[in-house]
């Protein structure tokens, strides 16, 4: 099965520095094949079989703290998992000069629309949406600093998901059915 691990926090603003070829290796240590990263924010493919996607995070967790000493929280999703998230995405939305728009990975205990109730959503300027896995939203970028989705940061939430923009998920996806060839 191929999936994606999604590290939270890592070499943002020179903290939690880990080189992507050393954590490479660390995947292939413990058993992961076929690892390719993506950018240096923690976007790792690979497969696997046997494991669940929890196990899988459990293993991966452990790992980064004994390699890095670092308590870094890790994501797991399958490739029909970012598809159902990827294909909910409107084509319209972009990360540009107009336009910011982003994937919240949630953590499994966090995944349910409910989740929506948590967020302060401003409806002539946010576009929010669930899907399962995760939180898909939009903004006009000249209206960013009015978005209420601003408000999530430093909440109990915001501590359970991993934020890529659409552009960074959609490569991921890519770079995923790349590896299903």
Do not use: C
Not at 135 to 147: F, G, H, M, P
Not at 155 to 180: D, F, G, P, S, W
């Amino acid at each position: 099965m191929i999936y994606i691990a999604l590290l939270r926090g890592i070499n943002v603003g020179g903290k939690n520095k880990i080189d992507m070829k050393l954590l490479k290796q660390m995947f292939e240590q413990v058993g992961m094949n076929d690892v390719v990263t993506y950018i240096n924010t923690g976007n790792i493919i690979f497969t696997s079989n046997g494991q669940s996607k929890t196990e899988l995070s459990r293993i991966l967790e452990e790992a980064i703290h004994n390699e890095f000493e670092l308590q870094i929280k890790v994501v797991v999703r399958s490739i029909d998992d970012v598809r159902g998230i990827i294909d909910a995405i409107p084509e319209s939305w972009k990360n540009d000069n107009n336009m910011k728009s982003d994937v919240m990975f949630l953590w499994d205990e966090m995944d349910d629309e409910s989740v929506l109730e948590q967020l302060v959503i401003k409806p002539n300027i946010d576009t929010v949406k669930y899907v399962p896995g995760a939180i898909l939203w939009s903004v006009d970028k000249k209206n960013v600093t009015k978005s209420g989705m601003s408000k999530i940061i430093g909440t109990k939430l915001y501590k359970q998901v991993t934020v890529r923009n659409v552009n960074t998920a959609r490569k991921i996806y890519e770079l995923m059915q790349a590896q299903n060839r």
